[in-house]
């Protein structure tokens, strides 16, 4: 049973930075990917940036792209979001999430964690 717990969110100012982590756990852990994802209210889950465990390939949806940097620490199953030059609309819950085997689509959620930018 793989567990995935996020952390790090809070309210920020327009502009601002945080950093969320995901902490992973579950005996032998691995991924093929791992991802974050969002959730604003009245609006679907989004996929915001994703990392390719093994090799460290990193994508990252056009909204967030140049301003939030994906990386991972596989040592510790550990996966990080840094979010710079936020801005109001990317207040969401953000899900980290496991894709453990390829093309099986992302099947382990965490419970999310509040991000709140403030204009």
């Known amino acids: 049973q793989v567990q995935l717990v996020e952390s790090g969110g809070g309210l920020v100012q327009a502009g601002g930075s945080l950093r969320l982590s995901c902490a992973a756990s579950?005996?032998?852990?691995?991924?093929?990917?791992m991802g974050w994802f969002r959730q604003a209210p009245g609006y679907e889950r989004e996929f915001v940036a994703a990392?390719?465990?093994?090799?460290?390939?990193?994508y990252y949806a056009d909204s967030v792209k140049g301003r939030f940097t994906i990386s991972r620490d596989n040592a510790k199953n550990m996966m990080y979001l840094e979010m710079n030059s936020l801005k109001p609309e990317d207040t969401a819950v953000y899900y980290c999430?496991?894709?453990?085997?390829?093309?099986?689509?992302?099947?382990?959620w965490g419970q999310g964690t509040q991000v709140t930018v403030s204009s």
């Open positions: 999430a496991a894709e453990r085997i390829a093309g099986t689509g992302y099947k382990d």
């Open positions: 579950g005996r032998g852990f691995s991924a093929y990917h």
């Open positions: 990392i390719r465990w093994s090799f460290g390939f990193t």
